[in-house]
């Protein structure tokens, strides 16, 4: 069981952009000193890695772990990569938690990296090799299908109009305003949503998130350990993960099942007992406006069906009673996809740190972060506590 | 932000500054190949396809007939029963209309996709597929289409030996 309490004691992010000019080990190596930096520590002070990168046919370096080692502070150290697709940002935390609950290791450095930007002219056509090859490649499909199959499926059972949706990536990319890594941050209104480019019907061109470079860290330390840095730790006092059927065609996709599981696991290991009273911010996976709503659900921080309405109504604001994705999430900070969980624990970091600055949500107490991947089928929860 | 970062590193890009050769790159394109066996189930499945006829697995344990079929069923853990053909009639459980082909290129027409639950399998149990002769305004949740099938001599066993599915 659980032998040390896990604490967070620092935190870095690179800029997030479409393009950025230096190489995945130097992306990592910028986040690891500024998080190493904010916990007023040196490389020595480390003594295990958890390297966090989602396919490597983005960057185009296979088995890319090793290649990132160097950069992300892991030579001659005990250095893990976890990997779960896009759920991958918040799974390296939990990867993390592991080395440090387990007694096995005091500190651990956590790191995710992201360049989607050398697979051109888009990075789609990596995304080709994830379907099966017998009977799903024949059919060339491209990813964004199966998230409108399953954003259509959400919005009829419940009968969302797309309106709603839409509002949840106005929140956003306007919440991403003052997130200074942020590369697609502005201040768009619900009709700009709606009069986006068609892409794969529902999925218009605002609902989406974009490819992405950047990198995020993070410091773990044994309770004790932590004590030494700071007055003010963070507690990482709850994970959970879940994968559900490859089979994705044989389930309903109205409902992520698999957040949900995931999500009661961190629950019960945190002690919440009542998410939606508990809990004081969320950063759930919002790769597609949908799917912010869909896991907010996921988390039970909603009713099924009823996430998209808090949005509209402002409950999911700043300033409002369920404050959810205050970062500004992958729809407005971007989506380098491992290092866009991890930014997404950040968060929830500088949040219960009080050190979020304009996005600061008042009386934080308590966050969580998900993220979400491979086929529709793997939740990743993070329950941070100050 | 931590009030103790003043600076967020990184030096962005655009696509203008590569292609004008600003910053050096490098280009390589693999020329990896694959030829995948197709397995046990389906290898059947994609047999029965050049027959025109659709197949699944039947597990005794949880009484699901399973599409695509397995050997196993992943929910008892154990191997599935017997074979069972399934009708090539169903119901759409979700469609979206494509502007975008596989390499995220646009297209003018749109590809209508659909998961299609499928008629004598398990509720719930359904196939990725494309949809045709169809108007994109009055494909909705719930209709009924049934499976348009290539020319017998031109089917080589292979999921699109199924051209697309159209409304009944
Ligand atoms: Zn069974």
Redesign the interface.
Known sequence: MVKKRVAVIG????????????TGKE?SH?AVE?AL??AEMTRDDIESVVMGTAPDAFD?IHMKAENLLDGAGGARKPYTRVFVGGGTGVFAPIGGWWHVASGLFDTCLVVAEEKMSPCY??P??AF?TIWD????R?????L??IF??????YM?IHNIPKEHIAAIAVKNKGNALD???AQLAAKITVQDVLDS???????QRLDISPPS??AAAMILASEDVARKYTDDPVWLDGVGWSLD?A?W?????YFPEYVATAARMAYKMAKIHNPRKEISLAEPYDPFDYKEAHHTEGLLLADKGGAPKLTVEGQTFRDGDQPICPSGGLLGVGNPIAAAGLMKCCECF?QL?N???K?QVPKAETAVAQAWGDLMQIGTVTVFRR | ?????KE????????R??KSGK?LTFK?RPNAK?A?T??IA?GR??EELKNGRIIGRKCRECSRV?V?P?MFC?QCFRPTDEWVFVKNTGRI????????????RRIKT?IP???IDLDGASP???????LGNVDPKRIH?GMRVRAVWKPAKQREG???DIKYWEPI
């Open positions: 935190a870095g992010i690179t800029l997030f952009r479409r393009r950025l000019q230096e992306l910028y500024m930096d904010s185009g002219p888009h789609q056509t080709r090859p017998i009977i799903t024949p059919l060339e499909p491209n964004v299908w409108a199959l399953e954003m259509q499926r009829q997130h200074p890594s480019e068609v892409m794969v019907w529902p999925v470079d950047g059927s089979y065609t044989n389930r309903d996709l500088w740190r050190e979020a600055g996005r | 932000m931590s009030e103790k970062f967020f590193p990184g030096t962005p890009l655009s696509s500054d590569i910053v390589w694959y995948w197709v397995g389906y499945f994609l399973l695509p397995r992943e459980n979700t469609f979206s209309l494509s502007y975008l082909d596989a390499d995220a749109p996709v659909a998961v719930g149990i359904g196939i990725l597929h494309k949740i292979s999921i699109t």
